[in-house]
């Protein structure tokens, strides 16, 4: 069974920084491509951040880009995202999902990231 666990979220002041993290498993997790995704209240599920299955070419939001950094541990089944210089409306719930037509549909609770002074 696919399992998707986001972590690292919290309450940050503008400027500031965290580091989120999704442990997968119940999937070959170093095939696939994976990507962080944001929900913030009353919007739409929108695509923050994707990296490839080995880590070597990534994409990013406009909105997100020269601020933010996906990369992957594929020895730990781990995604991680590096947020700097955040800024309110950054506000969101955090989750990542996996890139497969097969395991897009499981999502995980994801993690609550508020940036507010």
């Known amino acids: 069974q696919v399992q998707l666990a986001e972590s690292g979220g919290g309450l940050v002041q503008p400027g500031g920084s965290l580091r989120l993290s999704c442990a997968a498993s119940g999937f070959p997790f170093s095939w696939y491509a994976m990507s962080w995704y944001r929900q913030a209240p009353g919007k739409e599920r929108e695509l923050v951040a994707a990296?490839?299955?080995?880590?070597?070419?990534?994409n990013y939001a406009d909105s997100v880009k020269g601020r933010f950094t996906i990369s992957r541990d594929n020895a730990k089944n781990t995604v991680y995202l590096q947020m700097n210089s955040l800024k309110p409306e950054d506000t969101a719930v955090y989750y990542c999902?996996?890139?497969?037509?097969?395991?897009?549909?499981?999502w995980g609770q994801g993690t609550q990231v508020t940036v507010s002074s």
């Open positions: 990296i490839a299955s080995a880590g070597y070419s990534t």
């Open positions: 999902n996996v890139d497969s037509s097969v395991f897009r549909k499981y």
